[in-house]
């Protein structure tokens, strides 16, 4: 999971790319980069939260007003700055690319790029290949004329071949040289990429594109609802909005996303993470109440802050008490992010703060917004019965976690998720409390879908129902794609 963002403005877009890094942190907190261009591309990558990166200084310098930006967490590839997006190349004229998602078939497209193209590729990430296959879509035309018809028609069939070519999840913010600013979003719309539209004093439009809304506030951009499945952008210099659906298929956004990684107050694919969340809790407590309809927990506390919005509406459903019983140093990462278990361990005793007067004594419902390998949520258990919890009860607003996810979150192989091998009875006793719940996934679907104008056929849930959207996912390709996540991790 990644953070992208490209901005057209009729001024220096630098200082908003950077601004727009600050508000999509949340979705990657490895390193980040900034790339902007006027005749030619100024960048400036880094290791490391967005603050520590760019100073003022680095900003001043990112000239233009056309620009990409990016916030990474590994999915693919490693933790060194050959892997820091943007990425560009030079040839064909000068195209830039940032990008969220996953390429399941990345190894084939890599080896067809180096062995039979004879090109160097110079990262261990699969954006580098996606460049790489736009770039040759539009390598052969002749763009160079002012027709912008004309050179958007290239870009969709450049786009189309991309469609035809790589599987997986892909919504990307491009810059071609002396052209505009390009964006596009798989057929199966998996990853966010939403539309911003700013008026100018002048009349004339600014655009931003992005993996989430959270900035159009602050820089005074209204939404334009999402870039569509299979849908590509451009903006021309001049700021004409040309928009084509090239290819679609079964519109299935990442479920997940409502429920762990999306800030709460985005709206993706017209639906509100936060309200979403709100009924995830409200379906969750129906469940509890159906499976134990004679046991009431005095307090119901969130492991902060992912899942404060649905154990507030879970408490509400039950009349009982909603309390903030860990209190969380917003100062650490989130622990899912951290690339190692142990250190993800002991992190939660750094992280998270258990108030004695919320919990002792008292019939504890933790709720958390999902249980991936379990170490975190046995952890915050083990810290409420150090606290004096009479009993304690665990309900996660996600479904049991089962299976990989090959299309950009980091749920990398079936050994590490405690729900694959794990029966529910297991997973209590492993986590040590008196009750455990999980949401069904028909509760969830309905949670995220009863509301908003939205198109969703059908979210993808592969990680909790193994059915992977793009088709091209057997055992085997699981095996192989587990063993080559694993020695990524090994190595980095
Ligand atoms: Fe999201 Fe899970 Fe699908 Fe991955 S497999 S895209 S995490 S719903």
New binding site residues.
Partial sequence: MCGIVGIYSQGPVAAELHDSLIHLQHRGQDAAGILTCDERFYTKHGLGLVREIFTVDDVVKLHGNIGIAHTRYPTAGGYNLADVQPLWIGSPRGIALAHNGNLVNYKELATEITQKKHRHLNSSIDSEVLLHLFADGLDDKNYVQDDEEAFFSIVCDAVKNIFTTATG?YSAVSVVIGKGLVAFRDPHG?RPLVLGERTNKNGSKDYIVASETTMFYALGFEPKGDIQAGEVIFVNRSGKLFRKIVQKKQFSP???EYVYFARPDSTLDAVSVYRSRLRMGQNLAGHWKEKYPDILPDVVIPAPFTSNTAALSFAHELGVRYSEGLYKNPFIGRTFIMPDGQQRSRSVRYKLTPQRTEIQDKKVLILDDSIVRGTTSREIVKMVREFGAKEIYFASACPPIKHP?F???D?PSRKELIAAHDTLEQIREFLGVDKLLYQKIDDLVEAVTRRGDHHIERP????MDGVYVTGNINEKTIQELEKQREKERNEF
Avoid: D, L, R, T
């Avoid at 993808?460 to 990680?463: G, N």
């Fill in positions: 999840s998996i990442c479920i997940f996810c299309y950009g979150v749920i993808c849930m592969a990680c």
